[in-house]
Nanobody
Framework: QVQLVESGGGLVQAGESLRLSCAAS????????MGWYRQAPGKQRRLVAT???????NYVDSVKGRFTISRDNAKNTVYLQMNSLNPEDTAVYYC?????????WGQGTQVTVSS
């Protein structure tokens, strides 16, 4: 079992920045990749960024150049640095940890960007 706790969401204005954190606990040695998804009101949950144990990253096109995913293995924590936020980034952001094909999810943190 893996437990994930997100933090760092909030209300910001367009152009500002936020950093989300996701702390993992439990059977963390079994995790091979972590990432962030987001779900806007009335829309499906969609991938934002992922990072492998080796540090390889992947981003959805809409956030490339603005968001950066990173991980601190010593703290078992994954971060999502979000810059140049715009109202279209408003969503609940979920941390995910992959154990093979199985996904563990955090509870989500709200990010709201006002224009």
């Amino acid at each position: 079992q893996v437990q994930l706790v997100e933090s760092g969401g909030g209300l910001v204005q367009a152009g500002e920045s936020l950093r989300l954190s996701c702390a993992a606990s439990g059977s963390i040695l079994s995790i091979n990749a972590m990432g962030w998804y987001r779900q806007a009101p009335g829309k499906q949950r969609r991938l934002v960024a992922t990072i492998t144990g080796g540090g390889r990253t992947n981003y959805v096109d809409s956030v490339k150049g603005r968001f950066t995913i990173s991980r601190d293995n010593a703290k078992n924590t994954v971060y999502l640095q979000m810059n140049s936020l715009n109202p279209e980034d408003t969503a609940v952001y979920y941390c995910v940890a992959m154990e093979g094909d199985y996904a563990y999810w955090g509870q989500g943190t709200q990010v709201t960007v006002s224009s």
